[in-house]
């Protein structure tokens, strides 16, 4: 028999897919890990898993307590999951911009869901900050803290990182994805360089994120905005602190959209945002190196998060970007 006990042991072992189109048209082998099949819908169900059973471990979780956490959403909707699973409560704090579908799913996971507005995180009512504030006010309640809490590297250093590995025997020229906290980046990439260090790790950096010019001048310098959700930085949080970063590259949403499109119509997958920034990158990646390299990034979640903005065409005009 094989029978997984529950959400909690269907969380990780997603397969790596071969992006048929993008590797044809660039003779080089570019595989997507597919997060976006966790049955939380995202690759934060690791993370969250991590930092919840770390919490517990430590004694700081206890029965009916309550989990706090600022999110863009997916961290949000693989703790609720979990705290459903685990019979936790669930306190979401997250920017008035992120997607309807996100926080409906949020609300219908029984989390109690506080829509802040989006203000840097120099700003003391930032989202992220916030979070920690209600979590200390609150009797028998834990922050969640993905940002900074090495629980959330840590979910991919064991996991996420090793499984990478076997799929491909180890056969990998470059790891590429975008970072939100950092913890899948920084995990992975910390996990390979240990096995390979000749294995490069590299930042995708949507326009409005600091890191790609911290990768190449040192100096925390965003220009421009992008549409895309979950990825991004203006500081280099905990979890990416020591992670090895050989490049950078910085993608633009038009082709990010471009992208999306091309995975949809060419290679049947149905992704959302943060995954055109991936895919383009290592695209990007592949045409500079040439043939015969193998490419992995992150396939982070579904389109379905995003169908009333990515996959409206009209909601796309209003941004100034196309499908073609
Ligand atoms: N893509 C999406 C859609 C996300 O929600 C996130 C997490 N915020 C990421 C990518 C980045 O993951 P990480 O936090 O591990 O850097």
Redesign the pocket.
């Known amino acids: 028999m094989d029978i997984k006990q529950g959400f909690i042991e269907t969380v990780g072992n997603t397969p790596l897919i071969r992006l048929n189109s993008f590797s044809e048209e660039t003779g080089c082998e570019i595989l997507g890990k597919a997060e976006f099949l966790n049955p939380g819908g ?3 169900d690791r ?1 969250a898993l991590f930092i919840i059973e770390d919490a517990e471990r430590k004694g700081l979780l206890k029965p009916g307590g309550t989990i706090v956490e600022g ?5 949000g909707i693989g703790l609720a999951h979990i705290c459903n699973a685990k019979g936790y409560k669930c306190l979401i704090v997250i920017p008035e911009t992120q997607s309807q579908e996100k926080i409906d799913i949020l609300t219908l996971l029984g989390a109690e869901v506080r829509k802040v507005p989006a203000v840097p995180y120099s700003d003391p009512n930032n989202y992220v900050k916030l979070s920690g504030r209600l979590a200390e006010e609150m009797d028998n309640a834990i922050w969640a803290n ?2 900074d809490n090495l629980a ?2 840590m979910a ?1 250093y064991q996991t996420t990182g090793p499984e990478i590995w076997s799929q491909t025997d180890g056969k990998i020229d470059v790891w590429v ?11 992975v990439s910390m996990f390979l360089k240990a096995k390979n260090p000749d294995i490069k790790c590299i930042v995708a950096d949507p326009m409005g994120s600091g890191l790609y010019s911290y990768v190449k001048t040192g100096e925390i310098s965003p220009i421009g905005n992008s549409i ?4 991004g930085n203006s500081r280099i949080t905990k ?1 990416m602190e020591g992670a090895p970063m050989d490049d950078a590259i910085q993608v633009h949403d038009q082709e990010a959209i471009r992208v999306l499109y091309q995975l949809l119509q060419k290679d049947g997958l149905f992704m ?4 055109g920034i ?1 895919v383009a990158a290592a695209v990007a990646l592949a045409k500079e190196m040439g043939p015969g390299h193998t490419l992995v990034t ?1 396939l ?2 579904s389109g379905q ?1 995003y169908q009333s903005r990515l996959y409206d065409r009209n909601w796309l005009a209003s941004q100034g970007l196309s499908p073609d």
């Open positions: 995202s690759v934060k993370a999110t863009a959403g997916n961290t993905q940002f959330n590297r991919h994805t975008a970072t939100g906290t950092g913890g899948t980046y920084a995990g895309t959700e979950g990825i979890n959302g945002g943060s995954v991936n992150v982070c979640d998060r």
